[in-house]
Protein backbone atom coordinates (compact mmCIF):
# COMPACT_ATOMS: atom_id res chain seq x y z
CA UNK A 1 0.00 0.00 0.00
CA UNK A 2 1.45 3.33 -0.71
CA UNK A 3 0.31 6.57 0.76
CA UNK A 4 0.72 9.85 -0.60
CA UNK A 5 0.65 13.40 1.36
CA UNK A 6 0.64 16.51 -0.88
CA UNK A 7 1.31 19.62 0.68
CA UNK A 8 0.01 22.80 -0.80
CA UNK A 9 1.73 26.34 0.26
CA UNK A 10 -0.14 29.69 0.11
CA UNK A 11 2.45 32.75 -0.48
CA UNK A 12 0.37 36.53 0.80
CA UNK A 13 2.34 39.38 -1.10
CA UNK A 14 2.12 42.38 0.49
CA UNK A 15 3.00 45.56 -1.59
CA UNK A 16 3.28 48.78 0.13
CA UNK A 17 2.84 52.18 -2.20
CA UNK A 18 4.52 55.39 -1.02
CA UNK A 19 2.58 58.72 -2.03
CA UNK A 20 5.15 61.72 -1.86
CA UNK A 21 3.15 65.00 -1.98
CA UNK A 22 5.54 68.17 -3.04
CA UNK A 23 4.28 71.55 -2.07
CA UNK A 24 5.80 74.63 -4.59
CA UNK A 25 5.60 78.03 -2.71
CA UNK A 26 5.60 81.07 -4.96
CA UNK A 27 7.12 84.11 -3.74
CA UNK A 28 5.69 87.26 -5.78
CA UNK A 29 8.23 90.66 -4.64
CA UNK A 30 6.36 93.75 -5.87
CA UNK A 31 9.49 96.56 -6.77
CA UNK A 32 7.93 100.25 -6.50
CA UNK A 33 10.09 102.74 -8.61
CA UNK A 34 9.61 106.40 -8.32
CA UNK A 35 10.71 108.65 -11.21
CA UNK A 36 11.20 112.03 -10.93
CA UNK A 37 9.49 113.87 -13.35
CA UNK A 38 10.59 117.14 -14.83
CA UNK A 39 8.07 120.06 -15.47
CA UNK A 40 6.97 123.31 -16.23
CA UNK A 41 3.67 123.78 -14.29
CA UNK A 42 1.66 121.85 -11.71
CA UNK A 43 -0.96 120.65 -15.00
CA UNK A 44 2.23 118.67 -16.18
CA UNK A 45 2.74 117.30 -12.62
CA UNK A 46 -0.88 116.04 -12.30
CA UNK A 47 -1.18 115.03 -16.35
CA UNK A 48 -2.35 111.04 -14.50
CA UNK A 49 -3.85 112.25 -11.51
CA UNK A 50 -6.77 113.81 -10.00
CA UNK A 51 -5.01 116.46 -8.73
CA UNK A 52 -6.81 116.50 -5.41
CA UNK A 53 -5.02 115.33 -2.56
CA UNK A 54 -6.08 112.03 -1.38
CA UNK A 55 -3.86 113.25 1.75
CA UNK A 56 -2.22 109.83 2.22
CA UNK A 57 1.45 109.10 3.19
CA UNK A 58 3.08 108.87 0.80
CA UNK A 59 0.66 111.22 -1.14
CA UNK A 60 0.00 110.00 -5.10
CA UNK A 61 -3.13 111.45 -5.72
CA UNK A 62 -1.74 115.90 -6.16
CA UNK A 63 2.12 117.20 -7.33
CA UNK A 64 3.29 120.31 -7.58
CA UNK A 65 5.85 121.32 -9.97
CA UNK A 66 9.13 123.07 -7.60
CA UNK A 67 10.71 125.96 -8.84
CA UNK A 68 13.81 125.63 -7.03
CA UNK A 69 14.66 122.37 -9.28
CA UNK A 70 11.89 121.95 -11.87
CA UNK A 71 10.97 118.93 -10.66
CA UNK A 72 6.97 117.14 -9.86
CA UNK A 73 6.77 116.87 -5.78
CA UNK A 74 3.58 115.25 -4.32
CA UNK A 75 1.72 118.10 -2.27
CA UNK A 76 -0.68 120.63 -2.85
CA UNK A 77 -0.36 124.57 -3.51
CA UNK A 78 -3.84 125.71 -3.17
CA UNK A 79 -6.39 125.57 -0.77
CA UNK A 80 -10.13 123.33 -1.53
CA UNK A 81 -12.14 126.42 -1.36
CA UNK A 82 -9.95 127.89 -4.23
CA UNK A 83 -12.12 129.57 -6.61
CA UNK A 84 -11.86 128.00 -10.07
CA UNK A 85 -10.78 124.92 -8.18
CA UNK A 86 -6.91 124.65 -9.45
CA UNK A 87 -4.87 121.79 -8.68
CA UNK A 88 -3.21 120.41 -6.96
CA UNK A 89 -5.45 121.21 -4.57
CA UNK A 90 -6.55 119.84 -0.89
CA UNK A 91 -9.72 118.01 -0.33
CA UNK A 92 -12.55 119.11 1.81
CA UNK A 93 -12.07 117.02 4.52
CA UNK A 94 -8.37 118.58 4.53
CA UNK A 95 -9.28 121.82 3.37
CA UNK A 96 -6.23 124.43 4.20
CA UNK A 97 -2.70 123.79 2.39
CA UNK A 98 0.11 124.52 4.81
CA UNK A 99 3.96 123.94 2.98
CA UNK A 100 2.50 121.64 0.67
CA UNK A 101 0.72 119.49 3.10
CA UNK A 102 -3.25 119.37 3.68
CA UNK A 103 -4.47 119.80 7.35
CA UNK A 104 -7.99 120.34 8.86
CA UNK A 105 -9.34 123.68 9.09
CA UNK A 106 -8.53 125.85 12.55
CA UNK A 107 -11.07 124.42 15.26
CA UNK A 108 -11.79 120.72 14.14
CA UNK A 109 -10.58 118.17 16.95
CA UNK A 110 -8.03 116.42 15.42
CA UNK A 111 -7.00 112.80 16.44
CA UNK A 112 -3.60 112.50 17.89
CA UNK A 113 -3.69 109.53 19.64
CA UNK A 114 -4.31 105.54 19.57
CA UNK A 115 -3.93 103.10 21.78
CA UNK A 116 -4.38 99.09 21.12
CA UNK A 117 -4.77 96.97 23.81
CA UNK A 118 -4.61 92.80 22.65
CA UNK A 119 -4.84 89.61 24.64
CA UNK A 120 -1.83 88.27 22.62
CA UNK A 121 0.13 88.08 19.24
CA UNK A 122 0.93 84.22 18.34
CA UNK A 123 3.94 83.87 16.62
CA UNK A 124 3.65 87.57 15.14
CA UNK A 125 7.32 88.57 14.36
CA UNK A 126 6.20 92.10 12.17
CA UNK A 127 3.54 93.86 12.74
CA UNK A 128 0.89 96.03 11.02
CA UNK A 129 -3.12 97.09 10.94
CA UNK A 130 -5.06 98.61 7.94
CA UNK A 131 -7.35 100.12 9.80
CA UNK A 132 -10.66 102.61 8.65
CA UNK A 133 -12.16 104.64 11.25
CA UNK A 134 -15.46 106.22 10.83
CA UNK A 135 -15.91 109.87 12.69
CA UNK A 136 -18.85 111.73 13.83
CA UNK A 137 -21.97 110.92 12.91
CA UNK A 138 -22.59 114.04 12.87
CA UNK A 139 -21.21 115.47 9.94
CA UNK A 140 -22.67 114.74 6.19
CA UNK A 141 -20.52 113.56 4.81
CA UNK A 142 -19.42 110.95 7.80
CA UNK A 143 -15.54 111.51 7.97
CA UNK A 144 -13.34 108.80 7.87
CA UNK A 145 -9.53 107.92 8.01
CA UNK A 146 -7.02 104.33 7.16
CA UNK A 147 -4.03 103.49 8.27
CA UNK A 148 -1.50 101.53 6.13
CA UNK A 149 0.71 98.84 8.07
CA UNK A 150 0.44 101.14 10.84
CA UNK A 151 3.15 99.50 13.53
CA UNK A 152 6.20 100.75 15.52
CA UNK A 153 9.36 99.47 13.34
CA UNK A 154 11.51 99.59 16.29
CA UNK A 155 9.76 96.96 18.53
CA UNK A 156 6.74 94.18 18.64
CA UNK A 157 4.43 95.80 20.59
CA UNK A 158 0.90 93.96 19.47
CA UNK A 159 0.99 91.47 21.47
CA UNK A 160 0.04 93.79 24.88
CA UNK A 161 -0.11 97.40 24.09
CA UNK A 162 0.66 99.48 21.49
CA UNK A 163 0.51 103.36 21.57
CA UNK A 164 0.64 105.71 18.36
CA UNK A 165 1.24 109.35 18.74
CA UNK A 166 0.48 111.98 16.02
CA UNK A 167 3.73 113.06 15.69
CA UNK A 168 6.52 114.24 13.26
CA UNK A 169 8.72 110.96 14.16
CA UNK A 170 5.96 108.67 14.07
CA UNK A 171 3.98 109.79 11.22
CA UNK A 172 5.38 107.84 8.75
CA UNK A 173 4.90 104.44 10.68
CA UNK A 174 1.57 104.36 9.25
CA UNK A 175 -1.21 106.82 10.36
CA UNK A 176 -2.10 107.28 6.51
CA UNK A 177 -4.43 110.35 6.53
CA UNK A 178 -5.73 109.09 10.14
CA UNK A 179 -2.23 111.59 11.14
CA UNK A 180 -4.02 114.10 13.05
CA UNK A 181 -7.40 113.30 11.09
CA UNK A 182 -10.30 115.48 11.66
CA UNK A 183 -13.06 112.96 12.67
CA UNK A 184 -15.23 115.34 14.74
CA UNK A 185 -13.85 113.64 18.39
CA UNK A 186 -15.59 110.81 18.13
CA UNK A 187 -15.12 107.52 16.41
CA UNK A 188 -18.66 105.62 15.21
CA UNK A 189 -17.39 102.69 13.91
CA UNK A 190 -13.72 100.81 12.75
CA UNK A 191 -12.61 97.43 11.11
CA UNK A 192 -8.87 96.37 11.37
CA UNK A 193 -6.90 93.94 9.33
CA UNK A 194 -4.24 92.53 10.36
CA UNK A 195 -1.44 92.94 7.81
CA UNK A 196 1.74 91.01 9.81
CA UNK A 197 2.31 87.86 10.45
CA UNK A 198 1.04 85.17 13.31
CA UNK A 199 -1.98 85.66 14.88
CA UNK A 200 -3.02 89.01 16.38
CA UNK A 201 -5.65 89.21 19.21
CA UNK A 202 -7.23 92.55 19.57
CA UNK A 203 -9.31 93.51 22.40
CA UNK A 204 -10.17 97.53 21.97
CA UNK A 205 -8.65 100.73 20.88
CA UNK A 206 -8.74 103.98 22.41
CA UNK A 207 -8.63 107.05 20.70
CA UNK A 208 -7.79 110.52 21.78
CA UNK A 209 -8.08 114.11 20.42
CA UNK A 210 -6.20 117.95 20.54
CA UNK A 211 -9.01 118.74 22.65
CA UNK A 212 -8.05 118.09 26.34
CA UNK A 213 -11.40 118.29 27.15
CA UNK A 214 -12.95 115.69 24.41
CA UNK A 215 -14.16 112.24 25.73
CA UNK A 216 -12.09 109.76 24.18
CA UNK A 217 -13.85 107.29 21.92
CA UNK A 218 -13.46 103.48 22.84
CA UNK A 219 -13.76 100.48 20.02
CA UNK A 220 -14.05 96.98 21.25
CA UNK A 221 -13.42 93.26 19.14
CA UNK A 222 -15.60 90.12 20.59
CA UNK A 223 -14.00 87.61 22.92
CA UNK A 224 -11.80 85.44 21.16
CA UNK A 225 -11.50 87.63 17.99
CA UNK A 226 -7.97 86.29 16.69
CA UNK A 227 -6.72 87.37 13.05
CA UNK A 228 -4.22 86.01 10.53
CA UNK A 229 -2.78 88.03 7.44
CA UNK A 230 -5.78 89.86 5.70
CA UNK A 231 -8.25 88.83 7.76
CA UNK A 232 -10.14 91.40 9.56
CA UNK A 233 -12.59 92.22 12.37
CA UNK A 234 -15.10 94.78 13.03
CA UNK A 235 -15.22 96.83 16.25
CA UNK A 236 -18.12 98.24 18.55
CA UNK A 237 -17.60 101.79 19.52
CA UNK A 238 -18.83 103.62 22.52
CA UNK A 239 -18.22 107.44 21.42
CA UNK A 240 -17.63 109.43 24.36
CA UNK A 241 -16.77 106.54 26.26
CA UNK A 242 -17.86 106.88 30.18
CA UNK A 243 -16.93 110.71 30.03
CA UNK A 244 -13.06 109.83 30.04
CA UNK A 245 -10.95 112.53 28.26
CA UNK A 246 -7.74 110.88 27.72
CA UNK A 247 -6.40 106.98 27.27
CA UNK A 248 -4.16 104.82 29.39
Known sequence: ???????????????????TTTTTTTTTTTTTTTTRTKCKNHAECNEFTTGVCNVHVPETECFYCDPADGFCKPGCIYNADTAFQPIPRCPTKAP?????????????????????????????????V????????????MPQCQTVDLNNPGSLNFNNSATFVANATEQAWGWGNCYKAPLGGDVSAVTVVWTGDGKWSPFSICYDWDNDSQAVSIC????????????????TCFVKARGRTSCY
Open 1 to 19: TTTTTTTTMTTTTTMTTTT
Open 130 to 141: NMTVMGTKDQVP
Open 220 to 235: TFPTGTTLAYGQSANG
Open 96 to 128: DCKNFFCVAKSGSILLTKMVFNSTGCEGCTTEG
